[in-house]
């Protein structure tokens, strides 16, 4: 996140951390260029849009330890980084429910033409009621209401992105003056619940069209969204049997939609904490844990689920409940879990060898990769998104003692020698594949089109 922490709840202390500087562009250029010669895919950027303000009802506690505020746009940096990289990616979260389809797809084309294609969107629906009161309602829409909406969200851009400019729309002539031929620039007509967007689309196509598409819903709704159009998944559990269920179930429901049985990639968060060998990894392990907030974690898991966990011990089990904001995160800790008794808070959130909610792994170079391909074959997942602990040290870490050693195991696979987009790097391929349902969409808004004239 453009903020001081996200997920590392108390880090900014530390003396190696510098993400005090997310307010500076230098910051974020450098992050960039550390992540390109690191070997990483995409640096993957999420956001909010309102204050943590459920822990004790106020937002007291989030910025008094820092977490997830004060927080900035994490869009306006792309470009910049953009410009100082040639492979890497960004993926970027914008909320379907305050954001209109119209602007949101002209802002992603415009990112997917700067960056030559590698823009990744990660599609939120949100979950802050502070979000919703700052931005015009009274409260949040009601949880399976934000995925109906953002259903409608997806017709929209698609239409915009895969029907609206032909490939061959700009000719760039010259001799006859004309820049873009008219008759293939066509007004997607859109007239729904919740939007109408009559005419075309404002940008040319870039050259993916459609950016990669990222999505992290894990509530039943969730994952029947996810299913329909995201290409990679993010998946969280507090265990691998866990995760691996909600990959089971998210592919299932993919392949019921008509898509094929690898149309989606998943990955889940793990943390690496790594040196030149265990040693040093646990020393740094136990340096950073002098520095871990616990009460910063309990504040960011409140407002993530919903429920105001002032008054709960640290130690009282945790008990199901439905919310209006993320349930699956609630659920990974009391429905989904496979232990004999339940969770209580100081052990999904505060374990004494790891951060957070997330997979730790620590050691040297031949520990985290032999983690590291256990923890892969055990949930069915494609990939890891790595949480940092200290920014830039965690990734740094990462590029200079795992990477090696897994680019040796075939886990990391060598860097083309010229630049692709980020979805032929998942995919192969710099379009969506055959089988997404943007391509039925585009074509219905071509069958509508003929009809109307």
């Known amino acids: 996140m453009s903020a001081v922490s996200h997920l590392n709840y108390g880090l900014w202390r530390h003396p190696d951390d510098w993400s005090w500087r997310h307010t500076e562009l230098e910051h974020w250029t450098s992050l960039a260029t550390t992540l390109e010669d690191g070997g990483f895919d995409t640096l993957f950027i999420a956001d909010a849009l309102g204050l943590l303000d459920t822990y004790a009802g106020n937002a007291a506690a989030s910025l008094r330890t820092g977490t997830q505020s004060p927080l900035d746009d994490p869009l306006l ?91 061959d729309a700009v000719v760039r002539d010259r001799v006859r003056g004309i820049y873009t031929d008219p008759s293939k620039v066509r007004p997607i007509a859109h007239h729904g619940r919740w939007y109408r967007v009559p005419d075309a689309h404002l940008s040319e196509p870039s ?101 105001d966990f002032s008054t709960q011990d640290l130690d009282a089990p945790l008990v199901h409940r439905d919310t209006n904001a993320n349930r699956s995160l609630l659920a990974h800790f009391t429905q989904d879990s496979t232990r004999d008794r339940p969770w209580t808070l100081r052990e999904a959130l505060d374990r004494p060898q790891g951060f957070g909610r997330h997979k730790t792994i620590v050691g040297g170079p031949a520990r985290v990769a032999d983690e590291l391909q256990a923890w892969l074959r055990e949930t069915g997942t494609d990939g890891i998104n790595l949480a940092a602990i200290v920014n830039p040290g965690s990734f740094e870490d990462f590029a200079h003692f795992a990477v090696p050693e897994l680019r040796r195991r075939g886990l990391v696979a060598e860097r083309p020698a010229e630049p692709t987009t980020l979805r032929e790097r998942v995919f192969g391929q710099p379009r969506l594949r055959a089988d997404h349902p943007a391509h039925a969409i585009a074509a219905r808004a071509g069958s509508a089109s003929e009809v109307s004239a």
Request: hydrophobic letters at 40%.
């Open 77 to 167: 940096a792309v470009s910049a980084m953009a410009a100082c990289t040639r492979h890497l990616g960004f993926g970027v979260t914008v909320s379907t429910t305050y954001e209109h389809p119209y602007l949101l797809a002209r802002k992603l084309t415009t990112l997917d033409h700067l960056s030559q294609g590698r823009i990744g969107w990660n599609i939120v629906t949100s979950q802050l009621d502070s979000a919703a009161r700052n931005l015009g309602l009274a409260q949040q829409l009601d949880h399976d209401e934000r995925y109906d909406r953002a259903d409608e969200f997806m017709e929209v851009v698609y239409k915009l992105w895969e029907w609206s400019w032909t490939d």
């Open 207 to 307: 050259p993916q069209r459609t950016p990669l598409l990222l999505q992290a819903g894990g509530s039943p709704r969730g994952q029947a969204f996810a299913a329909r159009h995201a290409e990679l998944v993010f998946v969280a559990g507090a265990h691998a049997e866990g995760i691996r269920r909600g990959v089971e179930a998210t592919r299932a429901l993919a392949v019921q939609a008509g898509r094929g049985p690898r149309a989606i990639r998943f990955i889940a968060p793990v943390t690496v904490v790594t040196g030149a060998d265990d040693r040093e990894a646990g020393a740094k392990l136990a340096d950073y844990r002098r520095h871990y907030d616990a009460l910063g974690a309990v504040v960011h898991y409140a407002a993530s689920t919903g429920i």
